[in-house]
């Protein structure tokens, strides 16, 4: 079965420092693909990036970057130059297509979060 | 504008009573899903739907049940039969192919009396 893992409970980060969480996945899959979502204290989730195992690029969006590391199954989110506004939860997520059956299934597969605190 | 509505943003159950947690949704998307939240942990798939009149269980669907008659609606029912059904739940919805983001509403926390 399909497993994604944060390590890190929770962050601080200095306003105007970059920060990395980490993500890493567990698949037998060989095609998959990967998300990061911020949920603040509002309760909702916030789509932030993308990265398909296909993809040659890291994904990029804005302030985001996604370091997709294929052989070591992990996909960090690097946060640059982080803002009062970027203290949230952070879920990193798999996309999973079949189950072990063979079945479709299409279903978003959550890790346990990071929680980062931005620093004034 | 379009989106996914969920209802009410706070409910509370009483011991042996069954409520239903209302999603909407007006993306014209073919899957629907339910996840709960509890603190501290991520979240958790209780069902899904990939199209009308059709949904599968999910990891944690004991206790819950859902039906999915309309395209645009995807109610969850948590059942006297949840004996801990204090989360906070949220509703997402996708196009239903290929690695497309799941778009989410903004929750409903429930919690028993």
């Known amino acids: 079965a399909q497993k994604i893992t944060q390590t890190q409970p929770g962050m601080f980060v200095q306003e105007k420092e970059a920060v990395t969480l980490d993500c890493t996945y567990d698949t037998s899959d060989q095609s998959y693909g990967l998300f990061w979502y911020k949920q603040p204290s509002s309760g909702e989730m916030i789509f932030l990036i993308y990265?398909?195992?296909?993809?040659?690029q890291n994904a990029t969006e804005g302030r985001y970057s996604l370091n997709f590391q294929k052989a070591r199954k992990s996909a960090n989110l690097v946060i640059s130059a982080s803002q009062l506004g970027d203290s949230a939860m952070y879920f990193c997520a798999m996309r999973e297509i079949f189950n072990p059956d063979g079945g479709a299934t299409n279903k978003l597969i959550f890790g346990t979060g990071t929680l980062l605190a931005v620093q004034p | 504008d379009g989106g996914i509505t969920q209802s009410p943003k706070y409910l509370f159950r009483k011991e042996g009573q069954n409520v239903t947690l209302s999603c909407e949704q007006n993306l014209n998307h073919d899957a629907m899903y339910w996840y709960r939240q509890d603190p501290g942990q991520g979240l958790r798939l209780i069902y899904y739907s990939q199209i009308v009149n059709d949904f599968q269980k999910g990891d944690i669907a004991e206790g819950y049940s859902v039906s999915r008659e309309k395209k645009e609606s995807f109610p969850l029912t948590v059942t006297s039969a949840q004996k801990n059904p204090t989360a906070f739940y949220l509703c997402a919805s996708s196009t239903g192919t290929g690695y497309e983001k799941l778009f989410f509403g903004s929750g409903t926390q429930l919690s028993v009396l």
């Open positions: 990265q398909g195992s296909y993809d040659e």
